[in-house]
């Protein structure tokens, strides 16, 4: 009788043995598995983040290739303005001086027609 419960302690223990073996197993395994879908995660954020840099670089290449178009556009316009100002100021001094004349020539007229009546 001794012997046969030697037997099953010791065939107990074999199966608490190997009951706490599969325990390990399974907890390695959810750990492994928790692991490993860590780095998958990590690897679709790293994915995602070179993804949304590759946007913005475009993005600001872009914005950069915008940014020369308007600075010739200004560049242009603040000529054209220049040359606009230019024509207007002549102009203008065209007119004042054409003004002056026709003021000297109307008291010229103004003056023969005196002189004439006199």
Known sequence: LSTEEERL??????????????????DSDAKTFEQVNKILTLENDVLELQLEVDRKTKECSD?????????????????????????????????????????????????LANAKMV
């Open 9 to 26: 302690k010791a065939f107990k223990e074999l199966l608490d043995i190997q009951i706490e073996n599969t325990r390990l197993r399974e």
């Open 63 to 111: 914005l950069q290739t915008q940014v020369n178009r308007l600075q010739e556009e200004k560049t242009e316009l603040a000529d054209e303005y220049m040359t606009l100002k230019t024509n207007y100021l002549q102009q203008n001094n065209t007119l004042e001086n054409e003004a002056r004349r026709n003021e000297e020539l109307g008291l010229e007229v103004i003056t």
